[in-house]
T-cell receptor, first 113, second 114 residues
Framework: KAGVTQTPRYLIKTRGQQVTLSCSPI?????VSWYQQTPGQGLQFLFE???????NKGNFPGRFSGRQFSNSRSEMNVSTLELGDSALYLC????????????FGEGSRLTVL | GENVEQHPSTLSVQEGDSAVIKCTYS??????FPWYKQELGKRPQLIID?????GEKKDQRIAVTLNKTAKHFSLHITETQPEDSAVYFC?????????????FGKGTHLIIQP
């Protein structure tokens, strides 16, 4: 079956702009988590959605937001982009929050100039 | 919230030798401890995980040990091979994911020297 699909794979924005990233989970997976990956900081948790509800959120400013649709697809949005937002944004899905294994997408690489 | 510390940040071993990566966690309520491997330019993938009711788990050349009292867990890779070269991440979470989701360590870059 198809894996986790993230779009776009690469994008370049300028400071102050906003960006929307999309994640389509594996069929049957209703939990979608988002992580920011930067060199030296590893994988930092942004938020997790399950059944269209945000069930937890990491330590990121309110400029980072997300949502989940009825088909489990998820989007995350970053407004008023800063240089420090340049990173690889990874989406990870699982059947539900009690299921252990996360399946990651290939990520969306955001560069802010 | 949960805090996961991972050491070392870089580990270089000779092909055929063993490699050990160590992690500590802060939240005593955490009960799920997975390890992910990320090859260069690829997505992280689960290689092994352990729950707090088990002290050790093995899968061929890899094993994970957990010490709940000391709140640390380790990944052991024996007979290392070139394809083991990658960044390895440990992680911890509470039952059902908890408020912080899955908290990852900062990663260990494992280099296998031929």
């Amino acid at each position: 079956k198809a894996g986790v699909t993230q779009t776009p794979r690469y994008l370049i924005k300028t400071r102050g702009q906003q960006v929307t990233l999309s994640c389509s989970p594996i069929s049957g997976h209703r939990s979608v988590s988002w992580y920011q990956q930067t060199p030296g900081q590893g994988l930092q948790f942004l938020f997790e959605y399950f059944s269209e509800t945000q069930r937890n959120k990491g330590n990121f400013p309110g400029r980072f937001s997300g949502r989940q649709f009825s088909n489990s697809r998820s989007e995350m949005n970053v407004s008023t982009l800063e240089l420090g937002d340049s990173a690889l944004y990874l989406c990870a899905t699982r059947q539900d929050p009690s299921t252990g294994e996360l399946f990651f997408g290939e990520g969306s690489r955001l560069t802010v100039l | 919230g949960e805090n996961v510390e991972q050491h070392p940040s870089t580990l270089s071993v000779q092909e055929g030798d063993s490699a050990v990566i160590k992690c500590t966690y802060s939240d005593s309520a955490s009960n799920y401890f997975p390890w992910y491997k990320q090859e260069l330019g690829k997505r992280p993938q689960l290689i092994i995980d352990i729950r707090s009711n088990v002290g050790e788990k093995k899968d061929q050349r890899i094993a994970v040990t957990l010490n709940k009292t000391a709140k640390h867990f380790s990944l052991h890779i024996t007979e290392t091979q070139p394809e083991d070269s990658a960044v390895y991440f440990c992680a911890a979470s509470r039952p059902g994911g908890g408020a912080d989701g899955l908290t990852f360590g900062k990663g260990t870059h494992l280099i296998i020297q031929p």
